[in-house]
């Protein structure tokens, strides 16, 4: 039963359908009803016209007979074509029945009927319909010619008797033939409604459907997606102006959300480990900075103690040494100090929605001087534009290290790569670089402040151990993964950003 009742829930029914259904059932509906009215009341509706026409007819000739016109032959044309115009046949004669105007050319059947009408009293084939002091209107059935009459008969103010009578058979007929047309027609109709409705059913859901889409893309956080109103805007078109509104302020409060979340998870995760980070400052500060300061006071006595005042060249290698090495402790200290604010949440993460393809490319850009150099061929792999939230800033110091790292480490094939990879809720961004693996037993330790894998090499190239630390800082606080990959012929360095 619960499955029976699932499935009607997720039953659609489609709004064009039901445009459609419903177009074409008022349009049977109206076709029917007017099948039902044609049928019950035409009829009735016709005779009534039939006798305000006697009535007219009768009121005219009155008219003129008090004018002593009736029987003129300057009458003959308008009597005619009242006659004509309403479907009436008109006998006039005199109480002894001498004929003095007439429409028909035989005259017999009609003194016949208006007599009839003056005396017969056969309920069956006569009904009085209205009567006056002037005349009476009979609805008469004549068995002669087995048809059915409306007759008005009278006298004029000359005292001649007036016998007017229409034909009421075609007029069953004529609803008869109405009824036949309006089925017909109402197939054509329904047809035509059918047609038409799908043509503009479609046309009127057509910004529905969009507006259905746009919802279920804001649905899943896509907000790039906006409703375009049409040439005409209607009142769905203002539904997804403000959808677009909408759209934008839900991103709005998504990203401040994003980044009240990042700053709440920061809070959390350094409030128990601050204490060990300023122990481990401490000492990581101390244990780094141990050589230069030792090389500089070396140096330094030497030159106090007159070891080089020969030798001019020698002088000047022992101020070259000191202040090398004096640079080398100012780039760790800021290092340290970046690091630091980091660590202790003093530098907060900016939440943004940029492309990151963009950064990447900046940062190859800006490394070309030195890859060219080394003979190092770049390729960056990605599918165009790749929007994420983070903070652009901290991304690029990530890919700039990730970079700087490949660049020193590079050889063998001398190749690096950079490849974005699309992934369901977000984006890998990786760098490979063709040399030597890590030793399986150094990758826990590389994202530890001042680990080097290969300490003679890190300074020869004047690196401080901190940039990978660096990395590992700002991808906890965006609390996203960041990690390494051995392969056969090189080292990847990868990270993630959410869409």
Not at 93 to 120: A, D, F, H, K
Not at 312 to 319: F, M, S, T, V
Not at 353 to 377: C, L, P, Q
Not at 424 to 451: A, Q, T
């Amino acid at each position: 039963m619960s499955q029976v009742r699932e499935v009607k829930k997720d039953k659609k029914y489609r709004l064009s359908s039901q445009i459609t259904g419903y177009m074409v059932l008022i349009a049977f509906g109206a076709i029917f009803l007017s099948f039902i009215l044609n049928w019950l009341f035409m009829m009735k509706f016709a005779v009534i016209r039939r006798e305000h026409s006697l009535e007219k007819a009768y009121n005219t000739f009155s008219e003129v007979s008090d004018k002593g016109k009736l029987y003129d032959n300057d009458y003959n044309d308008q009597f005619e074509t009242l006659c004509s115009n309403e479907n009436l046949q008109v006998l006039i004669c005199t109480p002894s029945g001498e004929v003095v105007r007439s429409s028909q050319g035989s005259n017999g059947m009609m003194i016949t009927q208006l007599y009839w009408s003056m005396l017969s009293r056969d309920q069956d084939s006569r009904e009085l319909i209205k009567t006056s002091s002037d005349y009476s209107i009979l609805r008469l059935k004549d068995p002669q010619v087995k048809s059915e009459f409306l007759v008005l008969w009278g006298t004029l103010p000359d005292s001649n008797l007036i016998l007017i009578r229409s034909g009421i058979g075609s007029l069953r007929q004529s609803a008869q033939f109405t009824s036949r047309v309006l089925i017909v027609a109402g197939i054509i109709a329904v047809c035509g409604a059918w047609v038409a409705s799908v043509f503009f059913s479609h046309r009127l859901t057509e910004p529905v459907v969009k507006l259905t889409k746009l919802s279920k893309q804001m649905a899943e956080l896509d907000f790039d997606a906006k409703y375009e109103p049409g040439k005409k805007p209607n009142e769905i078109d203002d539904l997804g102006i403000h959808m677009n509104e909408l759209s934008g302020a839900l991103e709005k409060t998504i990203q401040e959300l994003k980044q009240a979340n990042s700053d709440l998870q920061r809070d959390l995760d350094l409030r128990d480990e601050n204490e060990k980070m300023r122990r481990e400052f401490s000492s990581s500060v101390s244990h780094e900075l141990k050589t230069p300061l030792a090389l500089i006071m070396g140096y330094a006595e030497g030159l106090s103690d007159a070891v080089a005042d020969d030798n001019a060249e020698d002088r000047k290698y022992y101020c070259d040494v000191i202040m090398d090495e004096a640079e080398k402790m100012n780039r760790i200290v800021k290092e340290l100090l970046d690091l630091s604010h980091l660590e202790y949440g003093e530098r907060i993460l900016s939440l943004e929605r940029f492309d990151v393809t963009e950064v990447i490319e900046g940062v190859i850009k800006a490394n070309s001087i030195m890859t060219d150099k080394a003979g190092i061929t770049v390729s960056f792999i990605h599918n165009g534009p790749a929007y994420v939230w983070s903070d652009p800033f901290f991304t690029e110091q990530v890919v700039t290290n990730y970079f700087s790292n490949a660049i020193h480490y590079c050889e063998n094939e001398k190749k690096i790569e950079v490849k974005i990879t699309d992934r369901e809720k977000d984006y890998r961004i990786s760098v490979f670089n063709s040399g030597k693996p890590i030793p399986e037993d150094s990758i826990p330790h590389l994202w530890e402040k001042f680990y080097k894998v290969d300490k003679a090499r890190t300074r020869e190239y004047g690196g401080s151990g901190i940039g990978l630390s660096i990395v590992k800082a700002i991808m906890d606080d965006l609390h996203k993964e960041c990690g390494v990959t051995n392969h056969e012929n090189g080292v990847e360095f990868y990270f993630d950003l959410d869409k």
